[in-house]
């Protein structure tokens, strides 16, 4: 358990003290930030720190294994409805729970003053990660083709590109990039991975991978036909 924390810990700092220390110049020489300021930002950053390492360990020793059992056993279900079922809430749930997800809802909401209502489109990103994350699953099942799946789905997103709000377009791709953090990104994986290590026909690697890629275009969709319904 130390040696986890400790490799975790310094991949933490590793990651955030760049971004620390230019934050921190520019705010003492640049933009003239009180000095109280700079001692809550120091105060933030060092919670920020302790956080994520906390975070990231409780992701590797309870997430990602629960992550592979639920997949593992998933396929003696024998019966899709369910299985889909169980898919798509989990989905949802670890989207609508991801940090990243939530702050962009919450600043569209503020700067559109509530002509995209945050929770309106939580509800969105969540529904479309589950949906495509239910579809990457069927490929497994059926053994189709990544490529052409991943093709088929970006084409349907250029074509809508031509249908919806400028505005929307934007928060549509945001919305697909924010679903890749540190929370949705390792129960879709270890999901995918220990249900392909049941049904794989090639391999784990080539079965389990390109779910991220896959579910990340569901709330790109689901955010541009939002955009279309709304007008």
Avoid: H
Wanted: net charge neutral; with cysteine; glycine share 12%.
């Amino acid at each position: 358990m130390f040696t986890d924390i400790k490799t975790i810990f310094w991949e933490v700092i590793r990651a955030t003290l760049p971004i620390i220390i230019t934050v921190f110049i520019l705010n003492l020489f640049m933009a003239g930030i009180p000095p109280g300021q700079l001692l809550q930002f120091s105060i933030g950053s060092v919670c920020v720190v302790v956080g994520m390492t906390l975070f990231l360990l409780g992701v590797k020793i309870g997430l990602l294994p629960m992550g592979e059992a639920i997949g593992s056993n998933l396929p003696g279900l024998r019966i899709l409805p369910y299985i889909f079922g169980i898919v798509f809430l989990i989905g949802f749930a670890v989207t609508i729970a991801e940090p990243d997800v939530v702050v962009l809802s919450s600043q569209v909401g503020t700067v559109s003053q509530g002509n995209i209502p945050s929770s309106v489109l939580l509800a969105v990103i969540g529904t479309g990660i589950g949906f495509f994350m239910c579809v990457a699953i069927l490929r497994i099942i059926l053994g189709f083709p990544l490529t052409y799946l991943m093709a088929g789905s970006y084409a349907l997103v250029l074509i809508l590109s031509f249908f919806v709000p400028p505005d929307f377009v934007a928060v549509a791709f945001d919305a697909g990039g924010v679903t890749t953090g540190p929370l949705t990104v390792p129960v879709i994986l270890s999901l995918g991975i220990g249900f392909s290590s049941v049904l794989a026909r090639k391999s784990v690697i080539s079965d389990g991978f390109g779910l991220i890629g896959l579910a990340s275009v569901g709330p790109i969709i689901g955010v541009m036909l939002m955009g279309i319904i709304t007008g």
